[in-house]
């Protein structure tokens, strides 16, 4: 995983985790010192080349899981199925890539930066192995969500660049987002 991939990650696990709070006493003191001026909790850090037994992804685990009721995050590393749970799910795609083949039928090429939903019950296999975050949801996605979202292939997700940024992929694309005016595929769960 190249260092772009790994701060993607980052990145996208601090606005998960800073998105709520806890309350003082569940910081973690050797921490502290990374703590946003406006946060009440630390900045978490994991490198998923560890893997998901590491103190820092489980840490970063049990910090969503409580500010998330009902949600739960898992890192699923070079794996090519993906078994089937009773509980919803979307994969984030870390490594890897080739075709995925959902037990319901459905098929698509996926690489990283892609997104697969599950729903319960269903599996998925791969060609090839792949490290997914797989995040557990309570809520059923919306019906009009395609099963895969590919941002390097979609016409809907746009990477317009703008203002100073001005060569292309200048921007990270939303992939799902809560207001529709930046984005087509609607999705108040993640």
Known sequence: MNMEHKLLLLGF??????CSSLPKSNVMAEKES???????????????????????????????????P???LDFLRSTGEVAATDSERI?????????????????SKISVGDIVFLHSDESMQTDSLIDYLSFTMPDVP??????????????HITDIPGGCATETGAYRRILLTWLGKVGPYLHHSI
Request: net charge positive.
């Open 13 to 18: 696990a601090l606005l998960l985790i800073g």
């Open 34 to 68: 990374l703590t946003p001026s406006n946060q009440t909790g630390p900045v978490l850090l994991s490198n998923l080349e560890e893997g998901p037994n590491s103190s820092s992804f489980r840490a970063i685990k049990a910090s969503f899981q409580a500010r998330n």
């Open 70 to 72: 009902g949600y739960d």
């Open 91 to 107: 994969l984030f795609v870390q490594k890897g890539g080739g075709s995925a083949k959902v037990s319901t039928g459905d098929t």
């Open 142 to 155: 919306p019906a009009k969500l395609p099963r895969f979202i590919r941002p390097d292939w979609d016409p």
